[in-house]
C-alpha cells in the first residue's frame, strides 16, 4: 500500500490508528518457491523425454498417455506457480479505533450508505434480511448518518412486509442494543448467545418472535393479507402488487421505511435511514443479475443520500462487530493512502459451520489466506459481501475521473433535498429503471462491472487495474457473519456459476494474464489469473482420476519404479505441495481435520462443478444453451441440519454433477484391489506402487461417498439412480480403455 512500509503505521499527532507488519514465513516462502520450481521443471523435461521417445514407437496408447500425464502436470504447475504470488508478501494489519474515537469527532465521520441484496424469499428467507437490516442499523456510528438500502430483485411483497415489521421493531431493538452495550446486534444472533438475561431481556424478545411468527406466516401464505396491514398508508404500498406484477415484469418500487430526520426510537433517539428498492424490470429489457441491482442501488443512493462511503451486504451476512465502521474509518481517514484506497474488505466468515467443515465453505485459502498475500500488493480480491467502498471509485481511477450522465450521481454532490420530497423520489424512481441505463458508461465505465457472473471478483479486479488499492482487514473478531450451504449439491451448484463467470473474465479483453499483468503489476495479475483459471483444475483432477487407475487396471505402469531416482522426485512434489498447503492451513487457524476436508472438496469440484461449470460455459459461447443466475439457497430443512451437523454428505437430488464424480470412485476402488491383489501376489508392486498410491488416495478421500452409495437410507444418501448410472458408464470407459491399449 503506497506510503506505508514494513514498519509502518498511520499517525495523528500521537496516536496510532493502523499498523502493517510482514508474514515471519515470507523468507521461507520464497526459498521453497525456487526449490520447488526446479523440481517442477525436472519433471517437465522428463515428461518432453518420454513423449520425445513414444514418439518414435507405434505404441500410441503410451504416447497419448504420456501427452495427457504431461499436460495435467502442465495445469498443476501454472496453478501453482501463480499461487506463490499470494505468498510473497503476505502482511498482517491492526487497527485502534479507541484511538480514532479520542481524535476524530463523531460529527466529522462521513455518512455511510450500507446496499443488502436479496433475490427471492424462498431462497433467501426474509428473517435473514431482517437480522442483516437491523445488525448495521445498530452500528456504533451516528445514526443520521447511516442509510440502509435493501434491494429486492425478486420485487416481492413478502419482503417488504418482513422490512416494514423491521422498521418497528428498531425503534425498540436499537435502544436496547445500546443501553445493554451489546456486541451481537443481530436479534437472532443475540438470543441464540448465552446473553445475560433480565425482564427487558425476555421483553425485547417476546417482540422479535411475534414479528417472526407474522413474517413467517405472511411467507406461508405467499401474500400480505389485509388482517397484516394497519393503516391506510400501508395499504397504498402494498396496492402496487396487482395482477401482472411478477418478479420479471414490474415498475420500479422504492419505500422509505424509516426516514433519519424525524423517524426516532422508544427514547427519543432519530434512527438510520431504511429504504426498500426494487427496480424496474422488463422481460424485454437485460437486468445484468446482481451487479444490475448494486448499481441501481448505487444511482438511488445517489439520488436520496449520496454517502462517500458504501458498505456492500449479501443479505445472510450479519455484522457480528458494532466497531466495524470505526475500524474502516483508520484507513479512510489517513491522509497518506486515501487519495487511492478504492475499498477495505473483510473477510468472510460463517455461523453454523459443523465442526469439521465437510463441505469446506470456510474458504480459507479464498477469504483468509490469498487475500493476504494480495494485501501485501496492492490489496485483497473484492468478494462480493463485507466491502466498505469510496463511492468515487465507482467513476473511473483516482487522477480521472469518469462523469456520470446527470450531475446528480455525482460522486462529489451534496444533496439538499429531503429524501422524501418528491423531485428526489421522482429521480431515483428513474434511474432505477430498466433502460435507465442504455447508452450510458453503467457497467463498463462506471459502477459495478458486466461482463461476468461473478459481479464482485470482476469489479475489485477492473478497480484495480484503473489504480485503485485495497486494503484486507480482519480483526480478531468477525466484522460478519453468514450462513452456509448445508448441502453437496448448493455447495457445488454455488461453485458452477464461479465458475462460468471466472471463464467470462479468462475469455474477455480484461484477462489478467494479458491485461492484469500490465494495467496493475505482474505479481497481481498473476494472482487474479489463480483465481481466473480455478475452473483448469478440472483437467489434471479429471487426468490423475482416471487414466493411472484405467492403466493399474490393465497391468500398465506409466510412472517410475520405488527404486528410480524419478520416483522421489514425484515424492518430493506431492509431499511439498501438500505440505505447503497444510502449513498455510494451519498457521491460519485451521485443524487438520479441516485441511483434509478442504483438499476433498477440491477433488470434489473439479470432477463436478469445475468440469459441467466449463462445459456450459463453452456451450453457452457456442450458442448452444442459455444461462441462467442460480441463487444458493440459504432457507434450512430440518432433516439436512440433522444431517449436516452430524457429518454426513447430503447428496439430496440426483444431479448429473455427480456422475463423474461417482464414476471416479468405482473406478479407484476397483483399481486400488486390483493393485492390492497384485502386491499380495508378490508380482510388480514396485513398479505400480504409484498408481496404488493415487488410487488409495482416492479411495481414502471418497469414503464419505461410498457411505452414501451403499451404507445409508436416508434422503441425502446418493440416489439410486445416479449409481446405476455411473456403473454403468464405469464399466463402458474401462472396456473402452481396455480395448485402446491392447490394440
Not at 480484461?510 to 475452473?535: D, K, Q, V
Not at 457429518?647 to 471416479?664: E, H, N, Q
Request: charged share 20%.
Amino acid at each position: 500500500m503506497e506510503g506505508l512500509t514494513e514498519s509502518s503505521s498511520s499517525t495523528t499527532s500521537t496516536h496510532t490508528f493502523h499498523t502493517l507488519r510482514k508474514a515471519q514465513r515470507t523468507a521461507f516462502n520464497r526459498v521453497f518457491a525456487a526449490i520447488y520450481t526446479c523440481a517442477i521443471l525436472a519433471l517437465l523435461y522428463h515428461h518432453a523425454l518420454k513423449l520425445i521417445h513414444y514418439s518414435t514407437t507405434t505404441n500410441l496408447a503410451s504416447f497419448f498417455i504420456s501427452l495427457s500425464l504431461f499436460i495435467s502436470d502442465i495445469f498443476l504447475a501454472f496453478m501453482w506457480g501463480t499461487q506463490q504470488c499470494f505468498r510473497m508478501t503476505p502482511v498482517y494489519r491492526s487497527e485502534f479505533p479507541e484511538q480514532l474515537k479520542q481524535v476524530v469527532n463523531e460529527s466529522d465521520f462521513p455518512p455511510l450508505d450500507v446496499f443488502i441484496c436479496t433475490a427471492d424469499p424462498y431462497k433467501e428467507p426474509p428473517m435473514s434480511v431482517v437480522n442483516t437490516a437491523l445488525s448495521v442499523m445498530a452500528y456504533d456510528y451516528p445514526a443520521e448518518k447511516i442509510s440502509v438500502y435493501v434491494s429486492d430483485d425478486g420485487g416481492s411483497q413478502l419482503t417488504l412486509f418482513a422490512l416494514m415489521e423491521a422498521a418497528k421493531f428498531a425503534s425498540h431493538w436499537l435502544p436496547f442494543c445500546r443501553k445493554n452495550d451489546i456486541v451481537e446486534r443481530s436479534p437472532d444472533a443475540y438470543f441464540a448467545s448465552n446473553h445475560t438475561w433480565c425482564s427487558e431481556t425476555e421483553k425485547i424478545k417476546i417482540m422479535y418472535e411475534s414479528m417472526k411468527i407474522k413474517v413467517d406466516t405472511v411467507l406461508e401464505r405467499g401474500k400480505v393479507d389485509n388482517d397484516y396491514i394497519t393503516g391506510e398508508e400501508e395499504r397504498r404500498i402494498f396496492i402496487k402488487w396487482i395482477n401482472g406484477f411478477t418478479r420479471h415484469d414490474h415498475p420500479a418500487v422504492i419505500q422509505v421505511l424509516l426516514d433519519n430526520s424525524k423517524d426516532k426510537d422508544i427514547l427519543g433517539h432519530l434512527m438510520p435511514n431504511l429504504i426498500y428498492v426494487s427496480r424496474e424490470k422488463r422481460r424485454t429489457s437485460a437486468h445484468q443479475f446482481k451487479a444490475g441491482a448494486l448499481n441501481a442501488l448505487l444511482r438511488v443512493s445517489a439520488v436520496m443520500t449520496n454517502a462517500p462511503m458504501i458498505l456492500t451486504l449479501d443479505c445472510d451476512m450479519y455484522s457480528n462487530d458494532p466497531q466495524t465502521p470505526l475500524r474502516v474509518l483508520c484507513y479512510l481517514l489517513d491522509p497518506k493512502i486515501r487519495s487511492k484506497l478504492g475499498f477495505i474488505q473483510f473477510p468472510q466468515r460463517y455461523h453454523g459451520l459443523n465442526k469439521n467443515d465437510i463441505y469446506a465453505c470456510e474458504h480459507k485459502y479464498l477469504f483468509i489466506i490469498n487475500p493476504l498475500g494480495m494485501d501485501g500488493l496492492s490489496g485483497p480480491n473484492y468478494v462480493g459481501t463485507g466491502c466498505f467502498f469510496n463511492r468515487r471509485a465507482f467513476f473511473g481511477g483516482p487522477l480521472t475521473m469518469n462523469s456520470p450522465e446527470i450531475p446528480e450521481l455525482n460522486p462529489h454532490q451534496v444533496v439538499d433535498k429531503h429524501i422524501q420530497s418528491q423531485p428526489i423520489l421522482e429521480l431515483a424512481h428513474k434511474v432505477a429503471g430498466c433502460n435507465y441505463e442504455n447508452n450510458t458508461s453503467w457497467g463498463y465505465k462506471i459502477g459495478f462491472k458486466y461482463g461476468s457472473l461473478v459481479e464482485d471478483f470482476y469489479t475489485g479486479f477492473r478497480l484495480q487495474c484503473e489504480g485503485w488499492k485495497g486494503i484486507f482487514c480482519n480483526p480478531k473478531r468477525p466484522a460478519f457473519l453468514g450462513d452456509v450451504p448445508i448441502s453437496l449439491v448448493d455447495v457445488v451448484n454455488q461453485c458452477k456459476r464461479w465458475t462460468i463467470g471466472l471463464l467470462d473474465v479468462v475469455f474477455s479483453k480484461y484477462n489478467p494474464i494479458t491485461f492484469g499483468t500490465r494495467a496493475i503489476n505482474p505479481l497481481m495479475g498473476l494472482a487474479y489469473a489463480h483465481y481466473s483459471f480455478w475452473p483448469s483444475w478440472s483437467i489434471p483432477i479429471t487426468i490423475y482420476a482416471f487414466i493411472p487407475q484405467l492403466a493399474l487396471l490393465n497391468g500398465v505402469n506409466i510412472f517410475p519404479k520405488v527404486s528410480e531416482p524419478m520416483f522421489f522426485l514425484y515424492v518430493f512434489l506431492f509431499l511439498g505441495a501438500y505440505g505447503q498447503h497444510l502449513l498455510d492451513f494451519v498457521l491460519e487457524g485451521g485443524t487438520i481435520q479441516r485441511w483434509w476436508n478442504d483438499q476433498r472438496m477440491w477433488m470434489i469440484r473439479g470432477l463436478s462443478c469445475f468440469l459441467f461449470g466449463s462445459l456450459e460455459f463453452f456451450l453457452k459461447s457456442l450458442g448452444i444453451s442459455t444461462l441462467g443466475f442460480n441463487l444458493t439457497s440459504k432457507a434450512v430443512d430440518d432433516e439436512q441440519s440433522k444431517r449436516y451437523e452430524q457429518g454426513a454428505f447430503d447428496f439430496g437430488v440426483p444431479s448429473p454433477m455427480f456422475v463423474p464424480l461417482t464414476m471416479a470412485v468405482i473406478i479407484n476402488l476397483a483399481s486400488f484391489i486390483r493393485g492390492f491383489i497384485e502386491a499380495f501376489m508378490g508380482s510388480k508392486l514396485e513398479e505400480l506402487f504409484v498408481q496404488m498410491f493415487i488410487a488409495g488416495f482416492v479411495v481414502v478421500n471418497s469414503v464419505p461417498i461410498y457411505e452414501a452409495m451403499v451404507m445409508r437410507s436416508d434422503k441425502g444418501r446418493m440416489p439410486i439412480k445416479t449409481t446405476a448410472i455411473s456403473i454403468f458408464l464405469a464399466f463402458a470407459l474401462y472396456v473402452l480403455f481396455s480395448l485402446t491399449i491392447r490394440n
